[in-house]
């Protein structure tokens, strides 16, 4: 177990590590703090990229691309009061009038610390947590599996349950494109529709590239998402007089890591709900209440806490059980299975080395962001300068050529253009377009597991029902159905009389 | 179901509702869209999961269709007020235009076109601008993919043309 540690903190030492990490928490910080891109347009865009290297290294990457765009959003956040990703607009509630009053450095400093302490905190419970449930997962059959895949993509259409139908609609559409091409098991070929190029399928690169990279600069090119005039920075260094301040509420760095840290861990859930949870649980337990929408440094510190808590947080069911909590942890999934690594209970025992390094990326990552932040705050301010029109080509170029370099084929890119416009539309319409993605990636699980527990089952469903831990969860899936329509339902007739 | 939106858009209905004709179609083309000559029974086979879906798929477009019939009556097809998207369907269409350019002129000068033809028409027509960043850009991707990735790019058809 110790020499695993060791091993992962060398291999994570290693030059190539620590500059995909570096570069990585570079480009998410710069992604993060642009309005409208965020640290998904990174990632999808550095993702062909990612085949060059080990996992490890591609890992590293990715994941600076994730934590460091929600280290970057709070920055036009309190600045401007536009959030670089949208779980910071809870950040703007104080950091703005922070700002107002001429005191941006103490909005800045409280984010960046809590941001540091929330990353921080949950890699921890992330180090401990993984293989309790790891050990769980142990004893997972395909019904489980199936039933925990479930849960999961029922907790996503649930997150955006005032958008039901369409919700399913798009898990659908995810669910269906999964199965296009050749049908492992049997061999057969499924709506491909005589093109022998959908015969391999719709690889996970260019559908998440088209609907989150191309449809999101469609998006920029439309509209002038950034207000680059009221950005206002006097010193080019964070002032760390005013880190020392934010110890006083280390209560609350402590609690917003650990909310955000269980809030990730749920599929579908995401980091806007860590934010605004860290932040009422500091409001409540808070001296003074009242300071919070006035612009008190704590409120900056609980929001980015609960929100840099999350990608640590969905990267336990990740590793354990194979099952993304939001989209960005499902194109990380798919890094994994593109280098022939399958996440599951076994992950922890077969790759410790991966998953050591993983861990030790993780911490390394936020200590390379907060010292990025620290040392180069206006620079990096500045980026939200660069026109968003000019940027959004520079993206759909890259994309495009990254897209065919994966496997050259012109038809991988044909198909980003099409998931592109697709993702504009959804964009446009502002249908949750994470069900889609969480739909194909979860796709193949589930559609494995299904026909492998039928198997056992002899085709009969009543596997799922006779099994404890697959009862179990699914008698939770029920109930995170039931609870919230019924609660809805409650709220709405109590507003209408 | 519930509508989020203030005032309805019958704009999303009818998307809803194309998804789910389309997925309708799908469902009843699906036995010669799928090989099921195999030797498996249903349930192991092919065309188990993906009926499922589409009937998920049908499910859920339902309350789409039954609003694009019964429209309330606020309902318009005003989406957002952003209006007809334009740029971003001439963008599109040059993005369709670069991928048939890097089979018939090559990587270095499709590229050069797309990044500048794009520039040029969403008005950043300052030299510095329609100048530098497709050139840099160009030299960049050029560089990156060329020379450190090693990745193939087709040769151009035109020189195959008047190359002979």
């Given at each position: 177990m110790f020499e695993h540690v060791l091993t992962g903190i060398q291999a994570s030492l290693q030059p190539g590590n620590l500059a995909a990490l570096t570069f990585g928490t570079f480009v998410g910080i710069a992604v993060g703090i642009i309005p409208g891109t965020g640290p998904m347009v990174g990632m999808v865009v550095l993702l062909p990229f990612t085949f060059v290297f080990s996992p490890s290294t591609a890992l590293s990457l990715l994941l600076g691309i994730f934590?460091?765009?929600?280290?970057?959003?709070?920055?036009?956040?309190?600045?401007?009061?536009?959030?670089?990703?949208?779980?910071?607009?809870?950040?703007?509630f104080d950091g703005f009038p922070l700002t107002q009053r001429g005191e941006a450095q103490r909005g800045l400093s409280a984010a960046l610390m809590g941001s540091f302490t929330g990353g921080i905190i949950s890699v921890f419970i992330l180090i401990f947590l993984a293989p309790l449930l790891a050990h769980v997962a142990a004893s997972f059959g395909p019904p489980e599996y199936f039933s925990a895949?479930?849960?999961?993509?029922?907790?996503?259409?649930?997150?955006?349950?005032?958008?039901?139908?369409?919700?399913?609609?798009?898990?659908?559409?995810?669910?269906?494109?999964?199965?296009?091409?050749?049908?492992?098991?049997?061999?057969?070929?499924?709506?491909?529709?005589?093109?022998?190029?959908?015969?391999?399928?719709?690889?996970?690169?260019?559908?998440?590239?088209?609907?989150?990279?191309?449809?999101?600069?469609?998006i920029l090119v439309e509209r002038q998402i950034l207000q680059t005039k009221a950005m206002r920075l006097t010193r080019r260094t964070l002032d760390f007089s005013k880190l020392v301040e934010n110890f006083r509420y280390w209560k609350t760095m402590i609690r917003a890591g650990v909310i955000?840290?269980?809030?990730?861990?749920?599929?579908?859930?995401?980091?806007?709900?860590?934010?605004?949870?860290?932040?009422?649980?500091?409001?409540?337990?808070?001296?003074?209440?009242?300071?919070?929408?006035?612009?008190?440094?704590?409120?900056?510190?609980?929001s980015e806490g609960g929100n840099n808590a999350v990608p640590a947080g969905?990267?336990?069911?990740?590793?354990?059980?194979?099952i993304p909590g939001d989209a960005l942890s499902a194109v990380l999934l798919g890094v994994f299975t593109i280098n022939g690594i399958y996440p599951g209970p076994?992950?922890?025992?077969?790759?410790?080395?991966?998953?050591?390094?993983?861990?030790?990326?993780?911490?390394?990552?936020?200590?390379?962001a907060f010292i990025m932040l620290a040392l180069w705050l206006r620079p990096f301010a500045m980026i939200v300068k660069i026109n968003s029109a000019v940027l959004a080509i520079i993206i759909m170029t890259l994309s495009l050529v990254g897209i065919y370099s994966v496997n050259t084929r012109l038809f991988d890119a044909a198909v980003a253009i099409v998931m592109g416009v697709l993702g504009y539309i959804l964009l446009r319409l502002k249908w949750p377009i994470v069900n889609l993605v969480m739909g194909f990636i979860l796709g193949e699980i589930l559609e494995q597991r299904l026909r492998e527990s039928l198997s056992l089952g002899e085709g009969s469903p009543v596997i799922f029902f006779i099994r404890p831990i697959s009862l179990g969860i699914i008698l939770l899936t029920i109930l995170i159905v039931v609870i919230p329509l019924v609660l809805d339902r409650k709220r709405r007739k109590r507003t209408a009389s | 179901?519930?509508?989020?939106?203030?005032?309805?858009?019958?704009?999303?209905?009818?998307?809803?509702?194309?998804?789910?004709?389309?997925?309708?179609?799908?469902?009843?083309?699906?036995?010669?869209?799928?090989?099921?000559?195999?030797?498996?029974?249903?349930?192991?086979?092919?065309?188990?999961?993906?009926?499922?879906?589409?009937?998920?798929?049908?499910?859920?477009?339902?309350?789409?269709?039954?609003?694009?019939?019964?429209?309330?009556?606020?309902?318009?097809?005003?989406?957002?007020?952003?209006?007809?998207?334009?740029?971003?369907?001439?963008?599109?269409?040059?993005?369709?235009?670069?991928?048939?350019?890097?089979?018939?002129?090559?990587?270095?000068?499709?590229?050069?076109?797309?990044?500048?033809?794009?520039?040029?028409?969403l008005e950043h027509r300052r030299p510095g601008v329609l100048i530098l960043v497709p050139v840099i850009m160009t030299g960049l991707i050029y560089v990156l993919f060329k020379f450190f990735l090693d990745i193939w790019f087709p040769t151009p058809l035109v020189l195959d043309w008047f190359g002979g």
């Open positions: 934590c460091g765009g929600y280290y970057g959003g709070a920055i036009p956040a309190i600045l401007m009061r536009t959030p670089g990703v949208p779980s910071s607009i809870v950040t703007s895949a479930l849960f999961g993509v029922v907790l996503v259409v649930m997150a955006y349950r005032e958008q039901l139908s369409r919700g399913l609609l798009l898990l659908g559409l995810g669910l269906w494109l999964s199965t296009v091409g050749i049908d492992g098991p049997t061999l057969s070929p499924r709506y491909c529709f005589g093109s022998l190029s959908l015969q391999n399928g719709l690889h996970v690169v260019p559908v998440c590239l088209g609907l989150f990279g191309i449809g999101q600069t469609l955000g840290t269980f809030v990730g861990l749920l599929p579908g859930t995401g980091s806007i709900l860590a934010s605004f949870m860290s932040y009422e649980a500091a409001k409540k337990t808070s001296k003074d209440p009242s300071a919070f929408g006035q612009g008190t440094p704590e409120g900056c510190l609980a969905a990267m336990i069911p990740l590793l354990t059980l194979g076994l992950l922890l025992v077969k790759e410790p080395v991966l998953i050591n390094t993983l861990y030790v990326s993780m911490f390394l990552i936020n200590v390379v | 179901m519930p509508q989020p939106d203030e005032t309805p858009s019958r704009v999303h209905d009818l998307f809803g509702t194309f998804l789910g004709a389309a997925a309708t179609g799908i469902l009843f083309s699906s036995p010669w869209q799928v090989d099921t000559s195999g030797p498996d029974p249903f349930y192991k086979g092919p065309l188990i999961y993906p009926l499922t879906v589409l009937g998920l798929i049908i499910l859920a477009s339902l309350p789409s269709a039954w609003r694009l019939v019964k429209a309330h009556e606020k309902a318009t097809w005003k989406l957002d007020g952003g209006g007809f998207p334009s740029k971003p369907l001439v963008i599109f269409l040059f993005l369709i235009a670069f991928l048939c350019g890097l089979v018939l002129i090559g990587l270095r000068v499709s590229c050069l076109l797309f990044i500048g033809g794009s520039l040029y028409y």
